[in-house]
């Protein structure tokens, strides 16, 4: 059974940085492409930023272009998103997913999901 844990969420001001960690158990994480996902109240959760197994390609919605950046270390089962430059649009329930066989921001897709971490950015 594989198994995503989010970490990292926390309290911030706007302009500040946080790094989220996802510990993903269980399942061969070398295999997978993951992405980054997120849910503000009252809205559709949504594609936040993905990665290929290898980690030779990425990709982000325009809203964090510049100020995201997704990685992973597959030798410790582990994905980050780095944030800066916060903004408090940037507030939601952060999501880590995994899925075998897929490329791409399509959520239904996704296979595997973690329980989420809360980001807040204050102005």
């Known amino acids: 059974q594989v198994k995503l844990i989010e970490s990292g969420g926390g309290l911030v001001q706007a302009g500040g940085s946080l790094r989220l960690s996802c510990a993903v158990s269980g399942g061969t994480f070398s295999s997978y492409t993951m992405g980054w996902f997120r849910q503000a109240p009252g809205k559709e959760r949504e594609f936040v930023a993905s990665i290929t197994w290898t980690g030779d390609s990425t990709d982000y919605i325009d809203s964090v272009k510049g100020r995201f950046t997704i990685s992973r270390e597959n030798a410790k089962n582990t994905l980050y998103l780095q944030m800066n430059s916060l903004k408090p649009e940037d507030t939601a329930v952060y999501f880590c997913?995994?899925?075998?066989?897929?490329?791409?921001?399509?959520?239904?897709?996704?296979?595997?999901w973690g329980q989420g971490t809360q980001v807040t950015v204050s102005s």
């Open positions: 997913a995994a899925v075998f066989g897929y490329y791409g921001e399509t959520k239904s897709k996704y296979q595997y």
